[in-house]
């Protein structure tokens, strides 16, 4: 069974940093492409960001570009999500998941349970 | 548009069919895929690629593609779908993800 579990959220003042942790059980990062989905408070889901299994290939949405940075470890299956000079409109659920687990090259699959971040003064 | 457009809000019958549906231009590229988020839970996968359910999602849900469109079809819908429901897919690039602004189903 899969298993994605999120931390490292917390409260932050604006043009401050956080780093999110995704751990991952019952698969490795080392073959599957990782994203980070986010979801502002009452609002819709957000593509962040995507990493392919080897770290040859990241995208990222424009609002997040310069800003966030997303990683592995692939030796300790984990997600990052290195997020700096934050903004108060960065403040959501960020959720970390696979991509293409469920079927090759297919879409995000598995979720974590989500980590809040809240950038506020 | 270089979006997804959902509807806001759509409700159905206990027991009746409803259609939810996701316009975007990307669409006549790239297949949608569906989520379904009760509240406070995270998303869920519900139906991917052509005609693709993954494994412990009921069969009553269906999705179709046509143009720049892309339907989520619930047959015989039950209190428990009730939820948010989120298409997703490919932006022009390709290599970018994109959601749309999801449709809340009430189940009346």
């Known amino acids: 069974e899969v298993q994605l579990v999120e931390s490292g959220g917390g409260l932050v003042q604006p043009g401050g940093s956080l780093r999110l942790s995704c751990a991952a059980s019952?698969?490795?990062?080392?073959?599957?492409?990782m994203s980070w989905v986010r979801q502002a408070p009452g609002k819709g889901l957000e593509w962040v960001a995507n990493m392919k299994q080897d770290g040859s290939e990241k995208n990222y949405v424009d609002s997040v570009k310069g800003r966030f940075t997303i990683s592995t470890d692939n030796a300790k299956n984990l997600l990052y999500l290195q997020m700096n000079s934050l903004r108060v409109e960065d403040t959501a659920v960020y959720y970390c998941?696979?991509?293409?687990?469920?079927?090759?090259?297919?879409?995000?699959?598995?979720w974590g349970q989500g980590t809040l971040v809240s950038v506020s003064s | 548009s270089s979006g997804l457009t959902q509807d806001p809000a759509v409700s159905v019958a206990l027991g009746q069919t409803v259609r939810i549906t996701c316009q975007g231009d990307?669409?006549?590229?790239?297949?949608a895929s569906w989520y379904q988020q009760r509240p406070g839970q995270a998303p869920i996968l519900i139906f991917y690629g052509k005609d693709s359910r993954p494994s412990g999602i009921p069969d009553r849900f269906s999705s179709s593609a046509s143009g720049n469109t892309a339907s989520l079809t619930i047959t015989g819908a039950q209190a428990e779908d009730e939820a948010d429901y989120y298409c997703?897919?490919?932006?022009?690039?390709?290599?970018?993800?994109?959601f749309g602004g999801g449709t809340k189903l009430t189940v009346v």
């Open positions: 998941a696979t991509e293409g687990v469920i079927a090759p090259a297919g879409p995000i699959d598995f």
């Open positions: 990307t669409l006549r590229m790239y297949y």
């Open positions: 997703n897919s490919r932006d022009i690039s390709g290599y970018h993800l994109m």
């Open positions: 019952g698969l490795s990062f080392s073959y599957y492409w």
